[in-house]
């Protein structure tokens, strides 16, 4: 199968592509503007690959998204391409509402028109993957869960331009029968994620003795997912979910964010000792995000029962592998820091 996948040079697009062309005989085309958030390093292992082409191309490019499909001729779309950092977002909504909303709709305008033009045989099977978030259902109280009935009440710039886009992806299914199916996920974490997000955040500004920022008194609660998994479900999804269908992907580690942070530093501790002292001392509290979500957490009865996907990878486990992961690629986070992968990601070193 040739996949169009969106976002590719992001965290979870470079893990879901290392993992498809390391267990697939699949082919891969990444369609990635490389924004801040994109980066080619996080692909440098399987670039040379035969099965792998980047195309830097922004989706919100009609004609050129026409090109890609035409040129390309996918079997599938894994739509993950976004603008996804919620803090962003609340400085600057424009390019949220420009990427996740007009450019998923665009990217929608040049799938239907290609689904329309294939046989009949490939359009039975053709698929367009739309991959969303959790933050769509807004904020839980100290009890329930999100299940994909729960009706949408979305909060930060970012979670409102991803129910937009969400809302897009449906109405395109009903509308012109595009085959859609929606998952939307909690938290991610893992290699390869860009040092905004808390956990990255978290070991890189400990490892540069720098205090580490939780916002108000750190008993917001997310549903922690390692990345591998959530690349798994997609798979999964892809391969066999039904048309139509939203499938919510969750990790079942909800952990308070001061537990959680607690908990990292404690695995530095062990695997990167400070000279004085213990990396809790580092922990600050700080003024609190804006509209803070207090607690995501995520129903994943569907995928469970009806696709037998579920998390193989263990909190504790993941977040030493994370820990470690980062500790032996300094120079991956490094760059980011130093700004050097923006021209090297633009080709221009
Ligand atoms: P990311 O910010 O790490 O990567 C986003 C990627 O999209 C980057 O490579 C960027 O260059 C690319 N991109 C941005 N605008 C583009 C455009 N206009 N055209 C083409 N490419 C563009 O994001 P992520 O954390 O990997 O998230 C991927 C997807 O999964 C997003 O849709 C996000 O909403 C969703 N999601 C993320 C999480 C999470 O915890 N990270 C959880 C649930 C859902
Ligand atoms: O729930 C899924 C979502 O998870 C995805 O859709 C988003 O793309 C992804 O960014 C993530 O959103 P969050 O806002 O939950 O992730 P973030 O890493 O920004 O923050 C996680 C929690 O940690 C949140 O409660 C805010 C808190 N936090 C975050 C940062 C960056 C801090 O306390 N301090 C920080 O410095």
């Not at 996080?42 to 195309?55: F, I, M, Q």
């Not at 998994?229 to 892809?238: K, N, P, T």
């Amino acid at each position: 199968m040739k996949i169009l996948i969106t976002g590719g040079c992001g965290f979870i697009g470079s893990n879901l592509i290392r993992h498809l062309l390391t267990s697939s005989s699949h082919t891969v085309i990444n369609v990635d503007k490389l924004t801040y958030a994109g980066n080619p390093n996080s692909l440098a292992d399987v670039a040379e690959d035969h099965r792998y082409t980047l195309c830097h191309v922004d989706i919100a490019d009609l004609e050129a998204m026409r090109g890609v499909f035409a040129q390309h001729g996918p079997d599938a779309v894994m739509h993950l391409a976004a603008e996804s950092h919620v803090d962003r977002s609340i400085d600057g909504p424009a390019a949220f509402i420009q990427t996740n909303v007009v450019g998923t709709f665009h990217l929608l305008t040049a799938a239907v028109d290609y689904y329309r033009g294939l046989a009949s045989q490939r359009a039975a099977s053709f698929r367009f993957l739309h991959v969303s978030t959790d933050e769509v259902y807004g904020t839980l109280g100290a009890t329930g869960e999100f299940s994909e009935s729960t009706p949408y009440d979305p909060h930060s710039p970012y979670s409102a331009t991803k129910a937009a886009s969400d809302h897009l992806a449906r109405a395109w299914k009903t509308t012109y029968d595009l085959p859609v199916i929606v998952t939307n996920c909690s938290n991610n974490f893992g290699p390869y994620q860009f040092p905004e997000k808390l956990l990255p955040l978290m070991i890189i500004k400990a490892l540069g003795e720098q205090s580490l920022p939780v916002y108000g008194k750190g008993e917001n609660i997310r549903d922690w997912l390692y990345v591998l998994d959530h690349a798994r479900a997609l798979c999964r999804v892809l391969e066999n979910g039904r048309v139509g269908q939203t499938y919510n992907i969750g990790g079942d580690s909800q952990r308070r964010n001061i537990d959680l942070v607690r908990s990292l530093c404690s695995i530095l501790d062990e695997l990167n000792p400070r000279r004085d002292g213990r990396y809790e001392q580092l922990i600050k509290f700080v003024p609190d995000r804006p509209g803070h979500d207090f607690r995501y957490a995520i129903d994943s009865t569907k995928i469970r029962s009806e696709l037998g996907w579920r998390p193989q990878f263990d909190l504790e486990t993941s977040l030493r592998q994370t820990v470690h992961w980062y500790l032996t690629h300094r120079d991956w986070w490094q760059s980011i820091l130093d700004g050097n992968y923006q021209l090297q990601r633009l080709g221009q070193v």
